[in-house]
């Protein structure tokens, strides 16, 4: 398979820099060891982010996927919370893992839940989201939710969001006492997919401990108009057993930040407007 190893290049400089120059030369050796190594029949190269490089296979245990990036610290990372959540079956098994790579399960289908024609209900979701945060141990996490939150709020704050009603918001919730958890961290619905007999699946997590309602926001906000994020909110709460009021807090807090990456100008308006408390 021929790789477009500019391409590569160009998507992963921003993130590493010269070092991705340096990775992307070796990357063509890299995949050749693993197959080798793996038995694999390597497969398209799958759309990612600016962090990795991604592949279908197939190996000795049926279909799965192939992960590599030059942050071997962030692989290692993402399979040992993988580990930690996968009694819950709802994220991919690791098949094999080397340094700065790994085999992951395939999904199937493994439609984004982003791209499904009729989303999860509130009672499907909250089913997903306490069978995720019935395992792993919190003590486990790589960062707590008060750190995660502060990157999340630098990165908003470059892209010109006002942060100041969501830091207010923000010291209020974490003043009060609340279940810990594990939590996945970066529940977009791009990191949700359905996979079928399995339910919903998550990937890419990027662990932290904290509050469970959390890794609820996502879901709720990417309603497309105030009544359904309201109807989200209420249903997945009810559903989910956790605290309506606080949910309600954290997508406050975080509606601003989601309302710099929406494209949408009509969602982004409605996300700054949740963000403001206006309904």
């Not at 992963?12 to 992307?24: I, Q």
């Not at 990036?69 to 690791?94: H, I, N």
């Not at 989303?119 to 499907?124: G, L, N, V």
């Amino acid at each position: 398979m021929a790789l477009d190893l500019e391409a590569i290049t160009n998507r992963l400089e921003p993130r590493f820099g010269k070092a991705a120059h340096r990775w992307v030369g070796t990357l063509t050796q890299r995949l050749d060891a693993l197959v080798e190594q793996w038995g694999l029949d390597l497969g398209d190269q799958l759309k990612s982010g600016n962090s990795s490089v991604v592949f279908r296979c197939r190996g000795p245990q049926g279909d799965a996927v192939l992960k590599l990036s030059p942050d071997s610290y962030a692989v290692r990372e993402e399979v040992d919370m993988l580990r930690q959540f996968a009694a819950s079956g709802r994220v991919p098994a690791v098949l094999a893992m080397a340094k700065g790579a790994v085999l992951l399960e395939s999904i199937h289908p493994g439609t984004l839940v982003e791209k499904m024609p009729q989303p999860p209900s509130p009672a499907e979701y909250a089913a997903f989201l306490n069978d995720l945060h019935g395992v792993g141990d919190p003590a486990a996490a790589p960062r707590r939710l008060e750190d995660w939150i502060d990157v999340l709020f630098n990165s908003a704050v470059r892209r010109g969001a006002d942060l100041a009603g969501s830091k207010r918001l923000r010291d209020d919730l974490f003043a009060a006492p609340t279940d810990t958890v594990l939590l996945h961290g970066d529940l977009h619905l791009g990191n949700v997919l359905s996979g079928g007999v399995k339910g919903l699946v998550a990937i890419d997590p990027m662990a932290c401990a904290g509050d469970p309602c959390f890794d609820a926001v996502d879901y709720v906000l990417e309603g497309l108009d105030r009544a359904e994020m309201l109807r989200r909110r209420d249903e997945l709460a009810a559903a989910a057993g956790i605290d309506v009021e606080r949910l309600d807090m954290w997508c406050r807090v975080t509606a601003p930040i989601g309302a710099t990456y929406v494209s949408n100008p009509g969602h982004s308006a409605e996300l700054a407007a949740f963000g403001r408390g206006e309904y």
